[in-house]
């Protein structure tokens, strides 16, 4: 079964799991014996869509000129004595698939949600011919993305168990289709989605600092051949100098920890290191600059960059990789206690850097500040590339779907808002400027933890983070406040965390591992 891909978590349980249908290939004979049936119907049309029944259906679909006839893009539901069927009407232009790739996952999605709304568990999809591994791997990727919702209710919400296509044209056995890169990326890709939005929809009671850690031991454990780990708990932050971090989090009893999973996927060239780092403020409350009630009940989500990098990690290792990789996650509780740390300390970071905490809020850059500087130091990547839901200023300048992109490195930018595109995670590249170094520039310390205004407040944010990245480092920052969480259920996207960034980040590492591999494959994205 193509399930097999999905080398674990079928079903959703321990933290971090993620709960996946089974994917079966099966020859278009054998559609007209099932029950639950779905037509993926690819056109260009000339007459208007009609409401068929059944056989009517069947016998249209044998016929060429029925494919080409269909004029808009709807969804149907017929009854009729063999059951429930669906009708899926594709209006996409298969003739441009980079165009298409954002069409054939809505179709993915209406099949799921449609398929929720009737409460089908195995849903049956007959492929048209037109459609080829390349257009399958966007529709199931659609489909994986909107079959899946955050629930701890009692009953289940709507989850479709099995997904069975149907085509006489695709590769003759499940193996040989799930054998193809391209494909493999792409459920590869929604599932490493899936996994950063179960982690970051999980509640602080259950997703702590120490419990995340257990997440990343696991990925190690699962990989123990590929994949190493390793963990700075408490107080062994200060004897290491990670003194911004250990502050961030000694006001609650769950530990701050830098955790951190290298992956040698490339040995050949072992210098050239790509790393990823996540933010995981597991739980925010303001600290002793609280936050008010209606900005700090979501703040559980305040972890989702963390999520998504290990996410991105996870896949890149399991779909193997030719890329050396490190992901580091900066996980702390920023909370109220006799230990916490006050507005006007002045602490040493790991790079020497003195700072001026100007707003106990503004916690997350403290913890990367420290986290960019030990990693840098530790396993000297060329490329580091950091994702965090860091400051409200960049919601409010881009929205809650765009996330804000800040570099030193033009070529690196364009790789990810390439990259960006392709997964339909849109970004946009914000500037960091001379003003917003003056501006973080510290009265009593080298820095000042917000700088001396309101405004600019996430290109100050990246200002600030900038001074601990080191000569020679391409460096990204992507700000995900925006998109991390949705109120509202979209398309693709269920209410809640969304899993932002994993995609983005995944296809950005395939990218850099096609080049690295002696034989590059077929490149879906090109």
């Given amino acids: 079964m193509l399930g097999t891909i999905f080398k674990r978590y079928f079903t959703s349980g321990k933290l971090g799991s993620v709960k996946l249908p089974r994917i079966n290939l099966r020859r278009a004979t054998d559609f007209q014996n099932v029950k639950e049936k779905v037509f993926l119907i690819n056109n260009k049309a000339n007459i208007e869509t009609k409401k068929y029944d059944v056989k009517v259906i069947e016998d249209l679909f044998q ?106 044209h695709l590769p003759e056995s499940e193996e040989k289709l799930a054998a193809i890169q391209d494909y493999r990326l792409f459920l590869k890709s929604a599932e490493a989605t899936l996994f950063a939005r179960s982690l970051a929809n999980e509640r602080a ?10 997440v990343a031991k696991e990925i190690a454990l699962a990989n123990p051949e590929k994949v190493t780990f390793e963990a700075i708990i408490g107080e062994d932050l200060l004897k290491n100098q990670l003194n911004l971090h250990y502050s961030v989090g000694k006001g609650s009893k769950n530990p701050p920890i830098l955790a951190m999973l ?26 002793l600059n609280i936050k008010p009630t209606g900005s700090m009940e979501t703040m559980y989500t305040d972890k989702a960059g963390a999520c998504a990098a290990l996410g991105a990690f996870r896949s890149a290792v399991e779909l193997g990789l030719k890329i050396n990789l490190v992901c580091v996650i900066g996980l702390a509780e920023n909370f109220i206690s006799e230990k916490c740390y006050r507005p006007s300390d002045i602490i040493r970071s790991h790079k020497g850097l003195t700072v001026e905490i100007g707003n106990t809020d503004a916690e997350g850059r403290l913890v990367l500040a420290d986290a960019m500087s030990y990693l840098q130091q530790k396993f000297k990547p060329k490329t580091l590339i950091e994702l965090s839901t860091l400051t409200g200023a960049c919601v409010i300048a881009l929205g809650k779907q765009t996330g804000g992109l800040f570099s030193n490195n033009d070529e690196l930018a364009q790789e990810l808002l390439a990259a960006s595109q392709v997964v339909n995670e849109p970004l ?77 980040v995944l296809n950005y590492i395939h990218k850099i591992a096609s080049k690295n591999s002696v034989e590059t494959p077929q490149q879906l994205s090109k």
Wanted: proline share 4%; net charge negative.
């Fill in 63 to 168: 016929q060429e000129s029925f494919i080409t006839d269909i004029k808009k893009t709807k969804c149907l539901w017929t009854w009729d004595a063999s059951g429930r069927s669906l009708y899926l009407v594709d209006n996409s232009d298969l003739t441009n698939l980079k165009s298409s790739s954002r069409d054939l996952r809505l179709l993915g999605g209406s099949i799921a949600t449609a398929s929720h709304s009737r409460l089908v568990k195995s849903t049956n999809v007959l492929v048209p011919e037109l459609y080829g591994p390349e257009h399958i791997s966007y529709v199931l990727n659609g489909f994986l993305l909107a079959n899946n919702s955050f629930s701890k209710k009692k009953d289940e919400d709507p989850f479709v168990e099995e997904i069975n296509l149907f085509s006489n």
């Fill in 262 to 287: 290298q992956y040698k996927g490339n040995p050949d060239q072992a210098e050239d290191i790509t790393a990823i780092l996540g933010k995981g403020l597991c739980f925010d409350s303001g600290g």
């Fill in 205 to 214: 009671d259950v997703a702590n600092t120490q419990e995340m850690m257990e």
């Fill in 428 to 504: 946009w590249r914000l500037p960091i400027s001379e003003e917003h170094r003056e501006e973080i520039k510290g009265s009593y310390a080298d820095l000042d933890s917000i700088g001396k205004s309101r405004f600019g407040g996430s290109s100050k944010a990246a200002a600030f983070l900038e001074r601990f990245v080191e000569d020679g480092v391409r460096w990204a920052h992507l700000d995900i406040a925006g998109p991390a969480d949705t109120a509202s259920s979209r398309p693709l996207t269920p209410k809640g965390a969304t899993g932002f960034g994993a995609a983005l």
